[in-house]
């Protein structure tokens, strides 16, 4: 059975920093390209960003290159997200995915919360 | 960017009704589309792919059809289980966007 678990959110103050975690079971992880999406309070999907099984190739949102950093741990079956730069619009729960462009499997997400 | 345009933003139907939404691209992505169903507090299940494919495990009353810039979504018979938003999401391009959502609620 596939299994995909986030942790690592919380509450952050504007301007900071955080590393989202996702720990994956179930199937070969090295050979599926991950995103993570995210999905702010009453709001929709957003896509945040993309990574391939070998961790060459890495995608993301306009809004969100530079400030965050999508990484994956192939022996142990990981994937990250480090956020940093954090901005109230960055407030919402965060899901990781295994991805072939549709999102097949997801994790049951992770909140970050925004506030001073 | 593309936009991806759900029609209607909510829907009241009854347990046996058949029920459509529509999902528009701004545009063409061919046949790079997905629909998923998400229930509050929950992750999105996927339900279809490439426009048209049942993901396996999906009751086959949920289908899927169009390409190029509009899709739909129809559920042949509505069950209990099916109350829920609805999103769709193209894959054609980076980056990947979804529809703003359909909620179906029970009339």
């Known amino acids: 059975e596939v299994q995909l678990v986030e942790s690592g959110g919380g509450l952050v103050q504007p301007g900071g920093s955080l590393r989202l975690s996702c720990v994956a079971s179930?199937?070969?992880?090295?050979?599926?390209?991950m995103s993570w999406v995210r999905q702010a309070p009453g709001t929709g999907l957003e896509w945040v960003a993309n990574i391939k099984g070998d961790g060459s190739k890495k995608f993301y949102l306009d809004s969100v290159r530079g400030r965050f950093t999508i990484s994956r741990d192939n022996d142990n079956n990981s994937l990250y997200l480090q956020i940093s730069s954090l901005r109230a619009e960055d407030s919402a729960v965060y899901f990781c995915?295994?991805?072939?462009?549709?999102?097949?499997?997801w994790g049951q997400g992770t909140t970050v919360t925004v506030s001073s | 960017d593309i936009l991806m345009t759900q029609s209607p933003s909510t829907l009241s139907a009854s347990v046996g009704d058949r029920v459509t939404i529509t999902c528009r691209a701004s545009q063409n992505i061919n046949s790079w589309l997905a629909w998923y169903q998400q229930k509050p507090g929950k992750a999105p299940n996927l339900l279809i792919y490439k426009a048209s494919t049942l993901e396996s495990g999906v009751p086959s009353r949920f289908s899927g059809s169009g390409s190029g810039t509009e899709f739909t979504l129809t559920i042949s018979s509505l069950q209990p289980d099916d109350f829920a938003t609805y999103y769709c999401q193209h894959y054609n391009a980076y980056p990947y966007t979804f529809g703003q959502g359909t909620r179906l609620e029970i009339k």
């Open positions: 179930g199937f070969s992880f090295h050979t599926y390209w």
């Open positions: 995915a295994s991805t072939a462009g549709y999102l097949n499997s």
